[in-house]
């Protein structure tokens, strides 16, 4: 065996080993269960202020809404700088998915009914004035996850002017309409009884 193949088999038996090892200690006692250790040795407990930022679900009936206010006129200019790159100027879609269409107006974009009203025609895309259920999601939605290059900075009344200028753009609510804790979710949405929430 030359020098170059001695030292590959025992790169490769030492590689077997450590691959090995962890599976054999946890299946140590021979009834192939594998345990969990008490601790991986590294990180810390997460802080109860560390949790709570995390902790910022919004549920369909408006639970875990903030303080704070917005209107579709405090929102535009937030969505012309934060959104319409992607989105397109008016929402109709570009890079990132469409945000307005409330066509057709009687059913959403799937389905028998749907089909029905399609005919031979082309497929309407989802929007949220036809698809989404609960306006109380696009908040979670948008405060959670929007902008994308940087999700979570935007402040309480910055997501309700965009909610706002979402909704109204879509024709669901009046454009001087103000979005807060109680507003947001009263407004009911097309797409609203085609879903059935499941608590999980």
């Known amino acids: 065996m030359t020098t170059s193949l001695v030292v590959a088999a025992l790169a490769l038996s030492a590689a077997g080993f450590l691959l090995a090892g962890p599976a054999a200690a946890q299946n140590a006692g021979g009834d192939g269960a594998q345990s969990i250790p008490e601790s991986f040795g590294f990180g810390r407990a997460a802080t109860a202020a560390e949790i709570a930022a995390w902790d910022i679900d919004v549920m369909p009936d408006g639970t875990g809404l903030p303080e704070g206010e917005g209107t579709a006129a405090s929102g535009a200019p937030v969505y012309a700088r934060q959104c319409a790159v992607c989105h397109g100027q008016s929402g109709e879609g570009g890079i990132a998915d469409r945000l307005v269409g409330y066509t057709p107006e009687t059913t959403p974009p799937f389905g028998p009914r749907y089909e029905e009203w399609r005919g031979d025609g082309p497929d309407v895309p989802y929007s949220v004035g036809n698809y989404w259920p609960y306006a109380t999601t696009l908040f979670d939605y948008i405060r959670r996850a929007m902008p994308s290059n940087a999700p979570g900075t935007l402040e309480a009344d910055q997501v309700y002017g965009l909610v706002a200028w979402i909704l109204a753009e879509n024709?669901?609510?009046?454009?001087?309409?103000?979005?807060?804790?109680?507003?947001?979710?009263?407004?009911?949405?097309?797409a609203r009884d085609i879903f059935v929430p499941q608590e999980r």
């Open 171 to 190: 024709g669901l609510i009046a454009a001087d309409e103000a979005m807060n804790a109680t507003t947001l979710p009263a407004v009911e949405m097309p």
